[in-house]
């Protein structure tokens, strides 16, 4: 059975290349701190594995990661000089592969859904899936990726073989500290989680409701579920919370509402919610990061516009279809 | 009721503009600290956390392909061929691509897109490149609302396609949430299906906003073509 803990491991071994990359970096005047940045990152990612199958004290992983959290407070990692080809080199570069530039990046999605589609349901011969279950996604990208690697140098066949790694990095650096804050703000859903904040912002919407008002239930379960999924940046995050404060006693109970309507519907709200915040770090301020723009909030500001008449049609659609 | 605090920790961080990591780290050991638990617990919370979640930072292995093949010139070949195509603008060409990321991931491939297999390398190359043959060499408030408006109709797309999808985290998350709370029985099925009249809302509206972004970008140009006129004066 092919494994998503290979995957993990192959993110480890890149990250660990980037430090040691960085540690020799003189032109990075920050390489220390920034390979230290990578480095622990890498051996956490590896350390990962044997925290999930308990077989590691965690702790040890949560100071490593408050170790980074510092790290990146301080400023690190930083960028060094970028060593790539000039803008006039490209354009000699792009007449003379033309759209075979673009087969690399169309392995990627190709592989990816042959993946996700097909082999996710291939069996092998003793009745166990080809892939992890529920992890075929991942598998995919990571297959994809080296596939595409591999197309990519038999194609442009760079000088060394460590090009793709310097500009691996070269985009990484970038991204900087940004690319594990959204895994910081999945660690920070688990700890609110045991720690009652849900419980408690339940308890606080309890109070807000008209009692025998259909259409405001209604509102205040889609509006509650965005603004929470706001603050959490995880609809996943606001979805138990505010299904039992209010899903599921006063719609579903009281006002009999359809649960299939009721509970898509207001996930479908909290998704509104993620569109606006900056807690939703992997799909709003990574993007920002990617596409080095100056304001990281950029993203967002093109999605408010959306999400707010969005959450309006969400509230109709459940109080129209539901009830 | 004050755990609550832990959220305040993270709106007056965010809005303070302290490093997120920072403000998310203290954010979890106020919880943890308000909500009882040992520091050896909060540490502990930290490790699973972070170790059960690995899944999201997997996006960077294909970091080295995609630097690999824009060193060789992706972005100028993708902004080269948009330009042969007149009829294409930046938001209609957004439109399009908005239209295929809900589309795919609607029958589960959300692999397809996302900002580093696909906004950066292929749609915000050629967005750009529509809108220099339009405009010349772009502005910075233009390059930016183009990477903004990039970067939302992956998003947009994503998220209002995926959920019509029956093996997606969000629908299995909400039928083992209530079968197991509530016990009910509900079929992943029925909740794709009530995600359709939300996913084709999304896709009206963000895909109106899309269309309606070259006109934004026509006013932008224009106006900054009247201030560099004023300023040459």
Redesign the interface.
């Known amino acids: 059975m092919i494994k998503v803990e290979w995957f993990y491991w192959l993110c480890g071994i890149f990250f660990v290349l980037i430090a040691l990359q960085v540690l020799n970096d003189r032109s990075n005047a920050k390489r220390l701190g920034s390979a230290a940045f990578w480095g622990i990152l890498g051996v956490s990612f590896g350390y990962g594995t044997f925290v999930v199958n308990k077989q590691a004290p965690a702790w040890l992983l949560g100071i490593a990661v408050i170790g980074l959290a510092v790290l990146a407070g301080s400023g690190f990692p930083g960028k060094g000089e970028e060593r790539t080809t000039t803008p006039a080199e490209r354009v000699h570069f792009a007449d003379r592969f033309g759209n075979k530039l673009f087969l690399p990046a169309l392995v990627i999605p190709v592989v990816a859904a042959i993946f996700g589609a097909w082999l996710a349901k291939v069996k092998l011969g003793d009745g166990k899936l080809l892939l992890q279950t529920g992890s075929a996604t991942i598998i995919g990208l990571g297959v994809a990726s080296i596939l595409a690697l591999i197309v990519g140098m038999a194609l442009l066949r760079p000088k060394s073989p460590a090009v793709p790694l310097h500009e691996g990095r070269r985009l990484l650096e970038h991204i900087g500290w940004a690319a594990i804050l959204p895994q910081m703000l999945a660690t920070l859903g688990l700890l609110f989680n045991t720690s009652g904040v849900g419980k408690a912002v339940g308890r606080v919407t309890d109070h807000l409701i008209p009692k025998g008002s259909l259409i405001a239930a209604v509102a205040l379960y889609c509006v509650g579920m965005a603004i929470f999924t706001i603050i959490m940046g995880n609809a996943f995050a606001a979805f138990p919370v505010m299904t039992a404060a209010i899903g599921w006693p006063l719609l579903v109970q009281q006002f009999h509402g359809t649960p299939a309507v009721v509970f898509a519907v207001g996930m479908l709200a909290g998704f509104c919610g993620t569109l606006c915040t900056p807690m939703a770090a992997n799909f709003n301020l990574v993007p920002a990061a990617l596409l080095e723009m100056k304001d990281q909030y950029g993203p967002i500001k093109a999605q408010i516009p959306t999400a707010i008449p969005l959450l309006g049609c969400n509230i109709l659609i459940m109080y129209f279809f539901a009830f | ?1 004050w ?2 605090l ?2 305040a920790v ?2 007056v961080g ?1 809005a303070l503009r ?5 403000v ?2 203290a ?2 050991i106020v ?2 600290l ?4 040992s520091p ?39 902004r ?2 948009i330009s042969k195509l007149k009829v294409v603008t930046t938001g209609r060409l957004l439109a399009i691509y908005l239209l295929i990321r809900q589309g ?1 991931a609607a ?7 996302g ?8 749609i ?1 190359p050629m967005a750009a490149g529509a809108a220099e043959r339009r405009y010349g060499k772009l502005p ?1 408030k233009l390059q ?2 183009i ?6 109709a ?3 797309g ?3 396609g995926e ?1 019509i999808f029956v093996a997606i ?3 299995l ?2 039928t083992g ?2 079968d197991a ?2 016990g ?1 029985h ?2 992943a099925i ?6 359709i ?2 996913g084709i ?2 896709l009206l ?2 895909g109106t ?1 899309l269309l309606l972004l070259d006109r934004q970008l026509d006013k932008l140009a224009a106006a900054d073509r009247a201030a560099a006129k004023e300023a040459t004066r």
């Open positions: 009721m755990v609550l832990a959220i993270v709106v965010f302290i490093n997120s990591m920072l998310v780290t954010a979890g919880a943890g308000i909500g009882g638990l050896v617990k909060i540490l502990n919370a930290f490790g699973d956390g972070f170790a059960s979640s690995r899944s999201v930072t997997v996006f960077i292995v294909t970091l080295p392909v995609i630097g690999l093949i824009e060193r060789y010139g992706l972005q100028h070949q993708a080269k061929l795919t029958l589960g491939l959300t692999s397809i897109g900002p580093a297999q696909a906004v950066r390398p292929l915000h910075e930016e609302k990477k903004g408006f990039a970067a939302s992956d998003t947009v994503l998220f209002f959920d985290g969000s629908i998350l909400i949430f209530v709370t509530y009910l509900l079929e029925d909740i794709a299906l009530w995600a009249p939300t809302c999304a509206i963000h906003r």
